[in-house]
């Protein structure tokens, strides 16, 4: 199982960024996939997921600036960030569960500038 992360980068606050998560060697189409932040010496926190059956959650913290979504023809999901603030400098990763082990991608890293 592979999780590839990309997308992240600087931007000013205010501004947007697309990460996108693409997985291999799971069936993607069954999977719940969760988005994660994570600061130094912070835990991660969670973001947004997504259910097989296109279900979103979200963090109080980004609902309203995040939308979750995925594209099981490209096995990839996806997370679009607007409006974004300070307090959303972290790396973000991408996890799913498949036969109850937890698998995580190497994340990226956004860094917004005031």
């Known amino acids: 199982v592979q999780l590839q992360a990309s997308g992240g980068g600087f931007v000013q606050a205010g501004g947007s960024l697309r990460l996108s998560c693409k997985s291999s060697g799971i069936n993607f189409r069954i999977h719940t996939m969760t988005w994660y932040r994570q600061t130094p010496g912070n835990q991660r926190e969670l973001v947004a997921t997504?259910?097989?059956?296109?279900?979103?959650n979200y963090a109080d913290s980004v609902k309203g600036r995040f939308t979750i979504s995925r594209d099981n023809t490209r096995n990839t999901v996806y997370l679009q960030m607007n409006n974004l603030n300070t307090s959303d400098t972290a790396v973000y990763l991408c996890?799913?569960?498949?036969?109850?082990?937890?698998?995580w991608g190497q994340g990226t890293q956004v860094t917004v500038s005031s």
């Open positions: 997504i259910s097989s059956d296109h279900n979103s």
């Open positions: 996890t799913t569960v498949w036969k109850s082990r937890d698998y």
